[in-house]
């Protein structure tokens, strides 16, 4: 049973660009977590989303993020217009039922030049 | 406000001995409890979780809730250095029939040979 996967591992963007962030949750995991983490500091926590719908969206940045869970296909977390300060770890986690522990996947590192 | 503290340490143990960790919540109506590791530059990896009071083992790491005095502790006998890392605590929050996880900013962990 494969774990969560995100793609891409490491991604650099120029600012004012776009980053998509790709998570494929474990197999019968409907719920998923996007965090965010800078060096030496803890996890953020950002959206809560199930399949199609977005639950809990309190620690996403009103402008430049959005998340989405379709019906078919993997979690994006997507960020307009980057700029230095995004430059973090992202990480996705899911998990097989609401409140239920969490498993993460290797993040993603965005870097922003 | 709902708080989950740890202390941020370092904490420095010897190979060998046993080491405590420990986190403190802020509210009795917290009703699940999870213990991360995460080394540097890794994504958070699920060690335990408990759900009721008391002890709860598997292999080297023993989880103790006491629900009363708001703590949950992590033990790791015989520590290794490769237990070097940090120790993430989280709980669980109900908040209006809705999960809310809250997580500590972590205790980092020294293993000294």
């Known amino acids: 049973n494969a774990g969560v996967m995100q793609n891409p591992r490491h991604l650099v963007r120029r600012r004012g660009q776009e980053a998509r962030l790709r998570c494929s949750p474990m197999?019968?995991?409907?719920?998923v977590y996007w965090y965010r983490q800078l060096p030496e500091e803890g996890l953020k926590f950002m959206v809560y989303?199930?399949?199609?719908?977005?639950?809990?969206e309190s620690g996403m940045p009103k402008e430049r993020f959005s998340a989405e869970f379709p019906k078919e296909g993997p979690s994006i977390l997507r960020i307009q217009q980057v700029v230095r300060g995004d430059s973090a770890a992202y990480f996705c986690?899911?998990?097989?039922?609401?409140?239920?522990?969490?498993?993460f996947g290797p993040g993603t590192r965005l870097t922003v030049t | 406000q709902k708080e989950v503290e740890q202390n941020s340490g370092p904490l420095s143990v010897p190979e060998g001995a046993i080491a405590s960790l420990n986190c403190t919540y802020s509210d009795r109506g917290s009703q699940s409890f999870f213990w991360y590791r995460q080394y540097s530059g890794k994504s958070p990896e699920l060690i335990m979780f408990?759900?009721s009071n008391g002890d709860k083992e598997d292999g080297r790491f023993t989880a103790q809730l006491n629900k009363a005095s708001q703590y949950v502790s992590l033990l790791i006998r015989d520590s290794q250095p490769s237990d070097s890392a940090t120790y993430l605590c989280a709980v669980n929050f109900l908040l209006d029939s809705n999960y809310q996880l809250i997580w500590g900013a972590g205790t980092k962990l020294i293993i000294k040979p």
């Open positions: 989303l199930q399949k199609e719908n977005i639950i809990d």
């Open positions: 197999k019968g995991h409907s719920h």
């Open positions: 986690a899911s998990s097989p039922r609401e409140g239920g522990e969490q498993y």
């Open positions: 408990i759900y």
